[in-house]
């Protein structure tokens, strides 16, 4: 089993729509949670960052934790055309100090004008 | 806002040739990362590095891999021996201790091995 899953999609959604991506994880032991934004040949950039479980909110990006199903959610509102990227999910054990971030697979969003 | 910097940014190399990946961190961070991204494939750890020793690496940091400080600026990373396998771009990272949200990634370099 995967340590993280993440759906690669593509999915291609209208401009305005609310947007979900999830991964799931199996290693219990995550406590910190990251939502990275990837643009074609650049590297990640950091979106979200909550730690254990609850949702955190920041402008139009809603980042959600639920420890017990081993579930986190991304979702964008009204998402605008230069949302389209790639969306990274990662995680960890510890909180940085030289710890290991462990990614999803990436989803590739499209979101039409 | 500072950035971490990534030279160069597509280095092609024949198979068994040695290279250097080079980065230089934001300055006033205290640990260093690097990645790698295989086409297609997700982000993968490779090693991290604090006060001139690897604080953790992965399985795929095995011994034809090496990380180096060899200035204030300058983070390196050495592959001694090329493999067609290690075509990938390559993510440096830098943060400065705890705290996710001041982790910052390069744009990597692209490498190619013929």
């Known amino acids: 089993q995967k340590e993280v899953e993440q759906d690669p999609g593509p999915l291609s959604v209208p401009e305005g729509a609310i947007v979900s991506l999830n991964c799931t994880y199996s290693n219990s032991a995550f406590q910190y949670f990251m939502w990275y934004r990837q643009y074609s040949r650049k590297g990640p950039e950091l979106l979200m960052y909550?730690?254990?479980?609850g949702n955190k909110e920041d402008g139009r990006f809603t980042a959600q934790v639920d420890k017990s199903s081993k579930y986190i959610s991304l979702f964008i509102r009204d998402s605008q055309p230069s949302d389209s990227a790639t969306y990274l999910c990662?995680?960890?054990?510890?909180?940085?100090?030289?710890?290991?971030?462990?990614f999803g697979e990436g989803t590739q969003l499209t979101v039409n004008p | 806002e500072p950035e971490v910097t990534q030279t160069p940014s597509h280095q092609v190399t024949q198979m068994g040739q040695e290279v250097i990946l080079r980065c230089v961190p934001i300055?006033?961070?205290?640990?260093f990362y690097w990645y790698r991204q295989i086409l297609g494939q997700k982000v993968e750890f490779l090693v991290s590095f604090y006060n001139n020793e690897i604080s953790e690496k992965s399985e795929i940091f095995d011994d034809q891999f090496s990380v180096e400080r060899p200035d204030g600026s300058n983070f390196t990373l050495k592959i001694r021996s090329t493999k067609l396998e290690d075509s990938a771009m390559y993510f440096c990272a830098s943060g400065p201790g705890t705290g996710y949200e001041k982790l910052f990634f390069g744009s990597g370099t692209q490498l190619s091995v013929l």
């Open positions: 990662a995680m960890s054990a510890r909180e940085t100090s030289g710890s290991r971030l462990t």
């Open positions: 300055s006033n961070h205290l640990y």
């Open positions: 909550t730690y254990s479980s």
